[in-house]
């Protein structure tokens, strides 16, 4: 008999039963995939760790002066149970080119492609700590005149095994084949903003031999019983060249990242079952309530609740499994090409618990949507026999009848009144459209006001880069300079490039911003310090500066700090801090506190006063260039870039991107996915309640007909609720997208340290992609109400 | 004047490759200001001629004309406005919106077929004039849930008649109406049909045939014999029944 009722009602609705199937069936794909790639990321990381042999500590000095001193204090320490270092050699992008091969014969030279603001190391396979691996997770093995390259370096450069790089010291030319992509934990991640090229040892020692002072980082790994104290006790040596400090725990966040797509995609499938589940309801309510006479019948007749309810348990069961098994089936292509893509850059490990996983998420989906149909077909029991064969009818109202009154509408037409007056008649039936409008058109705004918000004058601020700027450069570095360490040779370079751009006809006025990594001293006490980025306005005409309270720092004695190192150690506007400036103890004031970006908001901005050309610098920003002009920074950027070849020009928002990588552009990227599958999405939903209405309201249609009423005036009729809704949820969710600007984008804005006025683009957010997704609903209720032309007088003995 | 002209009507229905011919070679004339009967045994193709006749369901061949015009030659939509606007429909079961109370169910093919708004007034109105005349103004704001079937069978009647049609076709009208609300609905057509409204009308029930001026006998789709009763009065009530019970006997009821 359970088939005999089954095979009846998947034919009868055909349409809504496909619907809920694809739901079931995407919600099991996406819930399974990506609870395995969380799963196997998470513990991928401890994997790639142990397989890398990464030290509990890493560290990186600039230079070597300070090297013996800080190996003796390595010694010193009881709780360091074995170091080693290895070096690297920076390199800059102009030294490197690429040779792809094109055929068995010929081949292209290359520019190196470098994204972001990355740093260049040469480093050699054989270290003992945070050691390359090859494809297959061993340790990497090289040939002379081999070469390794990690996998975004491989994407970014579009290139091949087989294919050469050319490297260029001095006056001479060395060529390596690319043998090797291989899995570098600590460099093969481009947040860690390093990248590594891997040769063999005697390959490293030639090239570094060419150069009389090559520019060598050190990088020391040492395991420790007390990471904590040993990097305190660390720090407060102050050791001028320490670059970069980082611990065991911060690879595994390094690898964090690689999750947000799995996550991504968790909140994706989390949504669609919510989504599966209100169709769920729905199509139970809609039945039972279609059903009822024969529900009143079977009650009649003395069948029990439970034997009444097993009939629909059934029939869910089956189609949630059939869902659910399609899911899973679709799950494992899913699953491994989402791995596939991390496994490139990390080791992940064995994967064959994948299957399992993806059993157990199915089988989870699968007692959630029949828990919850055993909850919906509860409602069966409340329905007596009597009023059941009255089709849910008792003939009693005690409140005032619902809905509008069609003879006081003057102005409005018969056809939008019968839809708003369904729609006031029946609120919860539309609540699942309203809320998945709302959530759509919500959601559109996200990635669309992230970017604008980007893509502001607040955020260049927030990088201490003018906003007036007529453009931006980077790396002001001659290819036979090495890195610049004190701020003496980076006034000179920037001195270089105004009379470089002077000779060209440009009279332009170059700054930047100096970073020191200083040792301010906040409570009096010798031993107490905080590290903090501080920043130091070179060759700028006016400190352009925001400050949110107080003043900017002027006089030589004066400083001021972010208001979350303000916050964390306490400090307040008037307080006394110390620093070391050239061995000597100095105090500052504090005049100002301010928000921004810079080493995730913990900064300082000292006075333009102060001599600090004695201090190493750990780097410096962007270089702002000042200029009249009519041209826009993206006209200039592109002019200067063809006239300057050497150097990279920016327009602001390429500035940040800069500073936060692929981010922004990731965003703009995901506008149109994420615009299509909210499209399909609410197509789906708006096709699935469409035809729960036709089919529940097939005698209505019919008997519209009947007394003379035509196809299109009854899609139009359909068309307007829907329609009524959309207004509605358009008009809902503008306050909705606000609230969402407040208590999700600013929360994130100020993780990355700064609070940040959300910006929005009024046109696109708010016009040109509702109505995108306007017209998905709009061809949605066209496809789902075709059917009505096929209705005729005949069905109306479906009425009730 | 001849209403609606039926020429040779053919519906057939096709059920699982098997043709199954309702209406056969029907021939039907109906004068304005009749009321006329369909009797018949079940499955005689009775609803079937109702349907097709009014332009519902599509002929399989013949011609039907509504005033001269052929509908049969119409397409969808303009045999739609003539429904809408000429014609009135009371159906054995009692259609209606679930969600629009008795009143507004009543106005809105008017105010469907209303070509401006200032008509809407006039509609209102006729309505309240119409209700009033059946009885059931009491109930106007009601759902279609609160009022008996006899209310409801009336409130179907006013909402064919809301548009003033030069013909209305009635299904059963008192099929699910008990003996009192069946004589309440007949009362109420033989005085629309008194004032001028044609009438056509589908019944099994002798007493309620023998209040039409003629009722036509269809037997495996085609029309086999007519008797002419002449208008009803109350006087001939019982007469008029027992004759038409008897030829309804010759014919094999």
């Given at each position: 008999m359970w088939y005999e009722i089954l095979k009846k009602d998947l034919k009868k609705r055909k349409g809504i039963n496909i619907i809920l199937l694809v739901f079931i069936s995407l919600s099991a794909a996406f819930l399974s995939s990506s609870a395995s790639n969380i799963y196997f990321i998470a513990n991928g990381s401890n994997t790639f760790m142990e397989y890398s042999n990464?030290?509990?500590v890493m560290v990186f000095l600039s230079m070597d002066k300070e090297k013996e001193r800080f190996e003796d204090w390595l010694g010193t320490r009881e709780e360091i149970t074995e170091f080693d270092y290895e070096s690297?050699?920076?390199?800059?992008?102009?030294?490197?080119?690429?040779?792809?091969?094109?055929?068995?014969?010929?081949?292209?030279?290359?520019?190196?492609?470098?994204?972001?603001?990355?740093?260049?190391?040469?480093?050699?396979?054989?270290?003992?700590?945070?050691?390359?691996?090859?494809?297959?997770?061993?340790?990497?093995?090289?040939?002379?005149?081999?070469?390794?390259?990690?996998?975004?370096t491989v994407y970014d450069n579009d290139l091949d095994l087989g294919d050469e790089i050319e490297i260029t010291i001095g006056d001479k030319t060395f060529r390596y084949k690319i043998a090797v992509q291989c899995k570098d934990i600590?460099?093969?991640?481009?947040?860690?903003?390093?990248?590594?090229?891997?040769?063999?040892?005697?390959?490293?020692?030639?090239?570094?031999?060419?150069?009389?002072?090559?520019?060598?980082v050190y990088q020391y790994g040492f395991n420790t019983k007390t990471i904590e104290d040993t990097v305190s006790s660390m720090n407060k040596q102050g050791f001028s060249s320490l670059m970069i400090t980082i611990t065991r725990d911060m690879y595994k966040l390094l690898y964090v990242f690689e999750m947000i797509i799995g996550g991504l995609v968790m909140v994706i499938g989390i949504c669609l079952i919510l989504i599966s589940l209100m169709i769920l309801r729905f199509s139970i309510v809609f039945t039972l309530e279609e059903n009822e006479q024969e529900i009143?019948?079977?009650?009649?007749?003395?069948?029990?609740?439970?034997?009444?309810?097993?009939?629909?348990?059934?029939?869910?069961?089956?189609?949630?499994?059939?869902?659910?098994?399609?899911?899973?089936?679709?799950?494992?292509?899913?699953?491994?090409?989402?791995?596939?893509?991390?496994?490139?850059s990390m080791v992940l490990g064995k994967t064959n618990l994948m299957f399992l996983?993806?059993?157990?998420?199915?089988?989870?989906?699968?007692?959630?949507?029949?828990?919850?149909?055993?909850?919906?077909?509860?409602?069966?029991?409340?329905?007596?026999?009597?009023?059941?064969?009255?089709?849910?009818?008792?003939?009693?109202?005690?409140?005032?009848?619902?809905?509008?009154?069609?003879?006081?509408?003057?102005?409005?037409?018969?056809?939008?009144?019968?839809?708003?007056?369904?729609?006031?008649?029946?609120?919860?039936?539309y609540i699942v459209l309203l809320v998945t409008f709302c959530i759509s058109f919500v959601l559109i705004t996200i990635p669309l006001n992230t970017w604008s918000t980007m893509n502001s004058d607040e955020m260049i601020s927030k990088f201490d880069l003018n906003t007036e700027s007529a453009v931006y450069m980077n790396k002001i570095e001659k290819q036979e300079d090495s890195n610049y360490h004190y701020v003496g040779e980076l006034k000179e370079a920037l001195k270089r490039v105004e009379q470089e751009l002077a000779n060209q006809g440009y009279k332009a006025s170059l700054s930047t911003n100096a970073f020191y990594f200083q040792e301010w001293n906040i409570s009096g006490q010798e031993d107490e310090t905080v590290k903090v980025l501080t920043n130091y306005l070179v060759a700028a005409k006016e400190d352009f500066y925001e400050y949110s309270e107080g003043d900017a720092p002027i006089l030589e004695n004066e400083v001021a700090f972010s208001k979350k190192v303000m916050e964390k150690n306490n400090l307040h506007i008037g307080d006394t801090v110390t620093t070391k400036i050239k061995g000597e103890k100095k105090s500052f004031l504090i005049t100002g506190s301010y928000t921004d970006y810079m080493q995730l908001g913990e900064s300082a901005r000292l006075n333009r006063e102060v001599n600090m050309d004695d201090e190493i610098m750990s780097g410096y920003g962007m270089v702002m260039v000042d200029m009249d002009t009519d041209l826009t920074q993206k006209e200039l950027a592109d002019k200067f870039s063809k006239e300057f070849p050497a150097y990279n020009w920016y327009t602001g928002s390429e500035a940040i991107e800069v500073n936060i990588g692929s981010i922004k552009e990731t965003m703009k990227a995901m506008q149109i996915p994420m615009t299509a599958m909210l499209c399909i999405l609410i197509m789906l939903i708006t096709v699935f309640m469409i035809k729960l209405f036709i089919v529940r309201e097939k005698g209505q249609i019919a008997m519209l007909k009947s007394i003379g009423f035509q196809s299109w005036h009854i899609r139009l009729w359909i068309a307007m609720r829907i329609m009524w809704i959309v207004l509605l949820s358009m008009m809902i969710s503008i306050p909705l997208s606000m609230l969402t600007n407040h208590f999700v984008l600013s929360p994130i804005f100020k993780i990355m340290g700064a609070e940040l006025k959300i910006q929005v683009e009024i046109l696109q957010a708010y016009v040109i992609y509702p109505l995108i997704l306007f017209a998905g609903i709009a061809s949605a209720i066209f496809i789902a109400t075709i059917h009505i032309r096929k209705i005729d007088s005949k069905d109306m003995a479906n009425v009730q | 004047m001849c209403v609606l002209k039926a020429t040779n009507l053919c519906k057939t229905y096709v059920v699982n490759k098997r043709q199954n011919n309702v209406l056969r070679n029907v021939n039907l004339e109906i004068q304005e200001g009749e009321m006329v009967g369909i009797m018949g045994p079940s499955g005689s193709g009775k609803t079937t001629l109702l349907y097709t006749i009014s332009g519902m369901d599509k002929a399989t061949a013949g011609t039907i004309e509504f005033y001269g015009k052929e509908i049969t030659k119409l397409t969808g939509n303009q045999i739609s406005d003539i429904r809408l606007k000429k014609m009135g429909f009371v159906f054995q079961q009692m259609y209606m919106l679930k969600n629009l109370s008795i009143y507004d169910n009543i106005i809105l093919p008017a105010f469907q077929s209303a070509s401006n708004k200032s008509e809407r007034k006039e509609i209102n109105e006729r309505a309240k004039v119409l209700m009033a005349k059946l009885g059931i103004s009491d109930v106007a704001e009601n759902d279609i849930s609160e009022v008996s079937g006899g209310q409801l069978q009336r409130a179907c009647i006013v909402r064919s008649m809301i548009n003033n049609p030069n013909i209305i076709f009635a299904d059963e009208p008192t099929g699910s109406l008990n003996k009192q609300n069946s004589y309440e609905v007949m009362k109420e057509l033989n005085k629309l049909n008194e004032e001028g409204t044609t009438i056509m009308m589908v019944t099994h029930d002798v007493k309620v045939?023998?209040?039409?001026?003629?009722?036509?006998?269809?037997?495996?789709?085609?029309?086999?014999?007519?008797?002419?009763?002449?208008?009803?009065?109350?006087?001939?009530?019982?007469?008029?029944?027992?004759?038409?019970n008897q030829w309804l006997m010759k014919l094999g009821w």
């Open positions: 990464v030290s509990d690297l050699c920076e390199i800059k992008v102009n030294q490197i080119h690429l040779i792809k091969k094109k055929s068995s014969d010929s081949a292209e030279r290359h520019e190196f492609v470098n994204q972001g603001p990355t740093n260049l190391y040469m480093g050699y396979a054989g270290g003992t700590y945070a050691k390359p691996l090859d494809d297959r997770g061993n340790e990497l093995v090289l040939k002379e005149g081999e070469v390794a390259f990690t996998a975004n600590m460099y093969g991640n481009e947040f860690s903003g390093m990248k590594r090229f891997v040769f063999h040892k005697s390959d490293y020692e030639r090239m570094l031999s060419v150069k009389e002072n090559p520019n060598i009143g019948v079977m009650k009649a007749i003395g069948m029990r609740n439970f034997s009444i309810q097993k009939i629909y348990i059934f029939k869910y069961l089956v189609l949630v499994t059939v869902g659910v098994v399609i899911g899973f089936g679709l799950s494992l292509p899913v699953g491994r090409w989402m791995l596939d893509s991390v496994s490139q996983i993806h059993i157990v998420c199915c089988i989870t989906l699968i007692l959630i949507v029949e828990s919850m149909c055993i909850l919906f077909t509860n409602k069966l029991k409340k329905i007596s026999a009597v009023e059941a064969i009255r089709y849910g009818e008792k003939g009693e109202r005690y409140s005032k009848r619902k809905g509008l009154r069609l003879h006081a509408k003057k102005h409005m037409g018969t056809i939008a009144f019968l839809g708003l007056n369904d729609v006031l008649c029946n609120k919860r039936r | 045939a023998s209040r039409c001026e003629r009722v036509c006998y269809i037997e495996d789709g085609d029309i086999r014999d007519e008797m002419k009763l002449g208008k009803y009065t109350d006087a001939l009530a019982r007469e008029r029944e027992q004759n038409l």
